[in-house]
């Protein structure tokens, strides 16, 4: 129960910001032999699910190192990550009663998430400055996040889960301010677009 548990939350806290990673990396492993998956995840071994979440990864993994268009990668991703954690975390759970997958579901979701929160209001935030070195560092650093994550899920389960619950800690403390500050990049932009209107636009007289 333990390594299960740990596996379905080292899956859906990954899907918060690197699904197609989490996924390959299952599959892959599992493939391979050196991951028991519950059979509600022995799917992930299929080689076209496989093939499809390494071309995904890959695809994730240059859209992120972008400026700019990595926050408008999060935004699509929106939709996408938070569900894709849930069902990976009821999954992991599928051979017991359903309420123990409802909520593995619920709590998968909440991992996933508040790691996409995370990742999407701090990289908003640093996209504000010019020089692209500061999003090519926190890239790479999810990435190493994402795989020393995934690799603790799966082969060290309690160390993960004691890390895991410090990072919630962190990312609770973190999360209202990253909210303040991209709510006052907002109205920067705002105010920032009042006072220079588009071309070709006249301003009435009050």
């Known amino acids: 129960m333990l390594e299960t548990a740990a596996l379905a939350a080292g899956l859906s806290w990954t899907s918060g910001f690197r699904l197609y990673l989490a996924v390959f990396a299952a599959g892959v492993l599992g493939r391979a032999g050196w991951l028991h998956l519950p059979p509600g995840l022995q799917m992930l071994e299929s080689w076209w699910v496989i093939g499809l979440a390494g071309v995904l990864a890959v695809a994730e993994f240059l859209a992120d190192k972008i400026p700019g268009f990595d926050s408008v990668w999060d935004g699509i991703q929106t939709v996408i990550r938070v569900p894709a954690g849930a069902i990976l975390a009821a999954a992991a759970f599928g051979q017991l009663d359903p309420q123990w997958r409802v909520a593995a579901g619920l709590i998968g979701g909440t991992l996933a998430g508040t790691a996409h929160a995370t990742k999407a209001g701090t990289r908003a935030l640093i996209n504000t400055s010019p020089e692209p070195f500061s999003n090519w560092v926190a890239s790479f650093s999810e990435d190493v996040a994402a795989t020393s994550g995934l690799l603790m899920a799966f082969f060290l389960p309690v160390a993960f889960l004691v890390v895991l619950g ?7 403390w973190l999360l209202p301010r990253l909210w303040r500050g991209v709510r006052q ?16 636009t006249t301003r009435l007289p009050r």
């Open 185 to 200: 990049l907002r109205n920067a932009l705002r105010g920032r677009t009042a006072k220079h209107p588009a071309a070709g």
């Open 166 to 172: 410090l990072l919630l800690l962190v990312s609770i």
